[in-house]
């Protein structure tokens, strides 16, 4: 078969496209190179690059295609503001209200997102003296970081400042004994406490809809999943994700999205957080 490299990137794009509305951009050559060799490792498969992307666009390997392409970075209590808004605004008003709190993390990746929700509510009902029953349901498009979130085994080093001052991991991790790890690192095992309130799902937010109810969420994450979109998309997975929120209830974005579409819809609270005041209509 002849083709050449731009043929092999136009393919990608593609089909990245069309599994999970991801646009890739300009300039992402290496990016895509290495993700090809992420994508050839996953299938075991070092043979025609070109036939393995026609095989995935007939239905084979089309997991491995998308854990290969989709970037997971994350890190615990990113953008920690929002976090701090769930513990002294968002959770007292719930409690007050005698309810349970409902939370959607819709692109969870490897966990740490979910299990800083899980935690700020464990210690906001330790500080305030209160009880809140939080249910997280954390989904991504991605299977392995999924199932990296499930097991719950995260590297640690006592210098990085990924926790808040507000919060000691010892609480909430096991610490694991690991033998080959260099330096101060070690490898620290989530608490059951906090597994039990978050279950794990793989689901596509490119969908046409979702598997939630109408104003099902008291709360919903979708940080720093959008920018992979083009507007035009990002615009219509926010007003699908909205669809599920509650009246009243709270939006977190990431740093770089934009709520265009819903701006008649919330009321700006801080930064990149919204409050429901209507349906869509
Ligand atoms: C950069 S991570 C952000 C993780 C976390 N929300 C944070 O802010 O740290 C983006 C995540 O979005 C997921 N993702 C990308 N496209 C998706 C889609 N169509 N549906 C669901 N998740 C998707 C990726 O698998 C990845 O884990």
Redesign the pocket.
Known sequence: MSYTIEDVHNKIKKLLYSL???TLTENKDIMISNRIDKLRRNCNYYGDIMELLISIEQGKNVTEFINSF??????FF?EDFHFIDLKNRVLPELYKAGQKASIWC????TG??PYSIAMTVLETNEELHYNIQASITA????TN?LQYAADGIYRYSKSSKEFPSWIKPQKYFKKRVQENLTGEEILIKVKDELKRMITFHV????DDSYPFSNNQFDVI?C???LI?FSVEDQNNILKKIFKHLKIGGTLYI?HSENPQDLIHYVRRVGQNIFVKEKDLI
């Open positions: 999970t509305g991801i989709t970037t997971n970075k994350t890190h990113r819709s692109a969870s990746s740490e997102e989904t991504d498009i991605d970081v689901m596509n937010l490119n994450f940080r720093n999943v992979y990431g």
